[in-house]
């Protein structure tokens, strides 16, 4: 099973027999979901307009406008919708990853929620997992995702874990 990050969020499961099955539709298809490192920034971006989760924002508020060169919320809007750029919005996730691990609690909630939706998106695949064929017990999680592993692994992990399979996870940035 391989979960890709890069163009979009998806999971793959390739079995012996070759039938595969995939959970997560691809940011590019379904418009709903980006890779992780985008969705992560767009939530981050999109939590500053709405304030809606009760948490301070100051911190993250704070990087997006040093991150984007900007002063105001409006200036924050063009880089969200007009001229909205994966290449430039994703490598804000690193960014995102540095504050979450120094502390900050909306980080650390985005990071918190991208885990869980990852491990949902795996734990959807194990059951289609052919009989026997489970030998190496390795989940590869490779691409963008692999580069802020720190902060996703936890949650990823909780919620991903289910008996009676007990699995390794390789996180591989690419």
Same mark, same amino acid.
């Given at each position: ?25 691809? &940011?590019? @298809?379904? =418009?709903?979901? !980006? ?6 920034? $767009?939530? #981050? ?44 919005? &994703?490598? @804000?996730? =690193?960014?995102? !990853? ?6 900050? $609690?909306? #980080? ?59 699995? $390794? ?6």
């Amino acid at each position: 099973m391989v979960l890709t990050s890069d163009i979009s969020s998806n999971a793959l499961l390739i079995n012996p027999d070759g039938s595969t099955q995939t959970c997560g539709l691809g &940011g590019f @298809l379904s =418009a709903m979901r !980006a890779a992780v490192g985008v969705y992560i920034a $767009r939530r #981050a971006i999109k939590i500053i307009f709405d304030e809606y989760i009760h948490i301070p924002i100051e911190g993250i508020w704070d990087l997006n406008k040093e991150y984007f060169k900007i002063e105001n919320r409006e200036e924050l809007v063009v880089h969200l919708y007009q001229n909205f750029d994966k290449s430039v919005i &994703g490598p @804000l996730c =690193a960014k995102l !990853a540095e504050a979450a691990e120094k502390g900050n $609690r909306l #980080a650390q909630y985005l990071f918190r929620e991208a885990g869980e939706d990852l491990g949902t998106m795996a734990a959807a695949l194990v059951p289609k997992i052919q009989p026997g064929t489970l030998k190496s017990n390795t989940l590869n999680i490779v691409g963008s995702v692999g580069r802020i592993c720190r902060c996703l692994k936890k949650d990823f992990v909780r919620v991903f874990k289910r008996p009676p399979y007990t699995l $390794r996870y390789q996180f591989t940035p690419s």
